[in-house]
């Protein structure tokens, strides 16, 4: 069956840098376009990243541009997100989606996520 599962979250002071990945199995994931979406306590979800199914385009939220970068390895199944100069603000709980229908699809499977906390 179809599973993505993340890895890498953990607790960061701001300004420090992690790499999220999320490591998938039980579909061609060379066809789906993956993306990084993140909820924080008490806020709506927000999607941060998006990389297409052949790596070869991938967008960005405002709020990281020019500080996360997303990639894949479609030899290795997995999508990364590197997080440089965390803020507060990024404090979230982030899933990976796989998305059949590409990087605007609104529909997708989703991983269990994982916890990423800034604190001083």
């Known amino acids: 069956q179809l599973q993505l599962v993340e890895s890498g979250g953990g607790l960061v002071q701001p300004g420090g840098s992690l790499r999220l990945s999320c490591a998938a199995s039980?579909?061609?994931?060379?066809?789906?376009?993956m993306s990084w979406v993140r909820q924080a306590p008490g806020k709506e979800r927000e999607g941060v990243s998006c990389?297409?199914?052949?790596?070869?385009?991938?967008n960005y939220a405002d709020s990281v541009k020019d500080r996360f970068t997303i990639s894949r390895d479609n030899a290795k199944n997995t999508v990364y997100l590197q997080m440089n100069s965390l803020k507060f603000e990024d404090t979230a709980v982030y899933y990976c989606v796989a998305k059949r229908g590409g990087c605007t699809s609104r529909s997708g499977y989703w991983g269990q996520g994982t916890q990423v906390t800034v604190s001083s």
């Open positions: 990389i297409s199914s052949s790596g070869g385009s991938t």
């Open positions: 039980g579909f061609t994931f060379s066809s789906y376009a």
